[in-house]
């Protein structure tokens, strides 16, 4: 019973990159969360998905970030044009229908470096 | 604005001794949850409380949800180095709000 996957484990870019991290959630749950994880900080919401649709994403930034959730395959957040400032762990989790968010899987995350 | 305050920030104490760790909040969330990161791993979900006043037990962790549901508070008895870790909470208010964690670590 496989849990929450995420790839590339860790992911390294130059300035100007475009970066993409993949996330399968955990068999039969439909909703997947990005979250971000700065050093010394909290996990930061990001955007909170369904199956082809986009829910919340009130933690995305206005730019450069965007998330999607296709009907086949795993749940894609691409970076564009990173940054310094977007070296950081970005982890998702995915929750089961019923638990309303309340109770949420975490994947082992994707560390990002910018060169 | 830092919705879920949690004390201490870090805790070093030996193997055998209680402890407790808080996560405090002026806002009012449906349910709360703990969970455990270890460096280089995600959060692992240790227990969600939803009732105020709610107290819920994992072996040697006790977890308490105040009678408000604005708080709650983790205690561990007779720690064990394998508690080493992360202890983050995080609050449900649509999304998960979380705290910015206690860093426990148990020296043998």
């Known amino acids: 019973n496989a849990g929450v996957m995420q790839n590339p484990r860790h992911l390294v870019r130059r300035r100007g990159q475009e970066a993409r991290l993949r996330c399968s959630p955990m068999k039969g749950h439909s909703h997947v969360y990005w979250y971000r994880q700065l050093p010394e900080e909290g996990l930061k919401f990001m955007v909170y998905?369904?199956?082809?649709?986009?829910?919340?994403e009130s933690g995305m930034p206005k730019e450069r970030f965007s998330a999607e959730f296709p009907k086949e395959g795993p749940s894609i957040l691409r970076i564009q044009q990173v940054v310094r400032g977007d070296s950081a762990a970005y982890f998702c989790?995915?929750?089961?229908?019923?638990?309303?968010?309340?109770?949420?899987?975490f994947g082992p995350g994707t560390r990002l470096t910018v060169l | 604005t830092q919705l879920l305050e949690q004390s201490p920030q870090f805790l070093s104490i030996q193997e055998g001794e209680n402890l407790t760790v808080y996560c405090n909040s002026s806002s009012v969330f449906s349910s709360l949850q703990w969970y455990r990161q270890e460096p280089g791993e995600g959060p692992v979900l240790l227990v969600t409380v939803v009732t105020g006043g709610e107290v819920k037990k994992l072996k040697r962790l006790t977890f308490q949800f105040g009678d408000a549901r604005k708080d709650s508070s983790l205690h561990i008895t007779a720690a064990q180095p394998g508690d080493t870790g992360l202890y983050l909470c995080a609050g449900s208010q649509g999304n998960l709000i979380f705290g910015k964690g206690t860093k426990l670590s148990v020296k043998p």
């Open positions: 989790a995915s929750s089961p229908l019923w638990s309303g968010g309340n109770e949420q899987f």
């Open positions: 998905l369904q199956k082809e649709n986009i829910i919340d």
